[in-house]
């Protein structure tokens, strides 16, 4: 079974900073995109942060512009998960987190594996 297990997630002031983690079991991070979404109260889930993988083997990244120089995500091969820190957080960013992974063609577009989701909330 293939699984995306989130955690790190929390409330935190604005301004602030969270990091938040996804360990995959049943399968190799290493062969997939991975990415995160998020789902903001009363909105759509929107994507923000990708780092792509093509059939070659070729890296490509996203970084959504309503979270660019605020939100980092990055991979770990050696412990299978992928991880996304944010900084100068802001009361938009509150909202449920999921990380995902999905192969080629779809990638984080179309993923195949989705984290439980994560809570962020970001108020005073």
């Known amino acids: 079974q293939l699984q995306l297990v989130g955690s790190g997630g929390g409330w935190v002031q604005p301004g602030g900073s969270l990091r938040l983690s996804c360990a995959a079991s049943?399968?190799?991070?290493?062969?997939?995109?991975i990415g995160w979404y998020r789902q903001a109260p009363g909105k759509e889930r929107e994507g923000i942060s990708c780092i792509g993988r093509s059939p070659n083997g070729d890296v490509s990244s996203y970084i959504a512009d309503s979270v660019k120089g605020r939100f980092t995500i990055s991979r770990d091969n050696a412990k299978n998960m992928v991880s996304l820190q944010m900084i100068s957080l802001k009361p938009e960013d509150t909202g449920v987190y999921y990380c995902v992974a999905g192969r080629p063609p779809g990638q984080c577009a179309r993923p195949e594996v989705w984290g439980q989701g994560t809570l962020v909330t970001v108020s005073s």
């Open positions: 049943g399968f190799t991070l290493d062969h997939y995109a």
